[in-house]
């Protein structure tokens, strides 16, 4: 299932996006953009990936909480990245694996 990016916005709840079946091509860049206030934002991201998280929180905390992949790319290809970008006030982030 191509992935072309993502919208998570709630008050006083959370949201949760899976991403673990999404196909995004080796190389590429796509983004998820946050808003929420007293929230509990969860993204579910392959270990592979590469994840940037450009989100400023307000009161809150924003957390990459994925265990470390088994092993390295193959040589010559470079992993998709995500970039989690956006505000959180008294909420969390949270991107697991």
Known sequence: KP???AYMTAF????????????????ETKAVDVFGIMVGHEIRVPQEW???LDVTP?????????????????LGTTPPTLI?????????????D
Do not use: H, S, W, Y
């Open 84 to 96: 989690v970008r956006g505000t959180v006030v008294m909420g969390e982030v949270k991107v697991t």
């Open 12 to 27: 006083m709840g959370g949201c949760v996006l899976d991403l673990r079946r999404a196909v995004v091509p080796p190389g």
């Open 3 to 5: 992935f072309d990016g």
């Open 50 to 52: 590469n994840v940037t």
């Open 58 to 74: 307000i009161m809150g905390d924003v957390k990459d909480k994925r265990m470390p992949p088994v092993a390295p790319p193959p």
